[in-house]
Each structure stands twice: as C-alpha cells, then as structure tokens.
C-alpha cells in the first residue's frame, strides 16, 4: 500500500451529477486502485456516503477511512427534450400532448475537497475512484491538484471525459506588500489629535 507522505490531494472542486442506478452499478463492478479492496455504499436521509475499506488491516478500526459524500436529489428526466417540442412547429396538433418522464435520483458530489473527499486515510487512492466516477458522469467538472511521488498533477474531467489541465502557480494576495497600497492613518491631515 503506498505511503499517506507520497500521494497527497491539496485542492479539489467537483460539480458532478449522475444517476444514482449508474453510481450502484460502478460500485458492485469497479475495480479498485492498490489500497483498497472494496467501498462501502451507505444511504442516510438524502446525503450518500462511499467510504474506503483498506487493504492494510493493521490499521485501528477507529481510523477514519476516506470516504466520498454526495447529496441525492430527484429530477425529472423528459424522454425527449421539452425544449425542442416547444420550438417545434405542429400544424396537425390541436392539442399538446404530455412529454413522457420519471423522476430519477440523482448523486450530486458538489463542492470542494473537504465537502466531497474527507479523512486522509486512503485519500489518494478514494481520489483516483472519484475520477473514475467522473469519467462515468455525463454532467458535471471534477478539477483537482494532487501530488504523487514529489510532482503536482493537474486532473480536469468535464462531462465524463478527461481534458488537458496545468498546474499555475500565480502569486496570491498575502504575497504582495501593501504598506504601498492602502491608506497610511498616522501621517493623515484629516485627523486631528
């Protein structure tokens, strides 16, 4: 199992949605990364967790495990796009028909990484599982920046398909001197003592 020092996930933003049958049947049919030999599926109210079960069972069972959290949501899925029946011209129609539809859950990994990958116990390794359920999600970006063996590495996958993505570094607003900016209180004229 590789070491929790080499492999490390330092910023992740994720919008992805996919329907919750699909999620179950990657979960009963995925293969793995090393680390981990199964993930747990639990159900509470309208919040999904996927926890890591580890390989390395010398680990304290009061250890946190990483484990994904997404929100289930229900949304109505039209068998044909309602917007285009709508722009449709349809002169033999007197009477519009009703659009076919089910409501259909959803698991919805929204947020940033300690809303949607949390413990670091198998961190990377439930990482590489969420970007392998992104590359299933049809909706949604996974953006991320990890690091394995001592180099960063940009992922970006965009409705279930990988993209080419950088890692920049810019400099940050703490980084910048603002004696220069700003107002300086002491040597003001308006403020008398």
Known sequence: MPTEDSRHVYRLHSTLEL???ELREYVDNAT??????????TRR???LILKAVG???TVSKYTPAAQLKASVTENRVYEEDPDE????????????EEIESELVEFAA???????????SLLQYEMFLVLCDIAQEAEKGTLTAIS?????????????????????EVV???RERKTSQSGVNWRDNKFISD
């Open 19 to 21: 329907p919750l049958e």
């Open 32 to 41: 793995y990364p090393d680390g981990i030999t199964d993930v747990e599926l």
């Open 45 to 47: 109210n309208n919040t």
């Open 55 to 57: 390989e390395d069972e």
């Open 85 to 96: 029946r709508r722009n449709s011209f349809r002169w033999d129609e007197e009477e519009e």
């Open 109 to 119: 990994f929204k947020g940033d990484r300690e809303t949607v990958l949390q413990n």
């Open 147 to 167: 690091e394995r063996d001592g180099d960063l590495e940009a992922t970006r996958i965009v409705d279930g398909e990988p993209r080419p993505a950088d890692v």
């Open 171 to 173: 400099e940050g607003p």
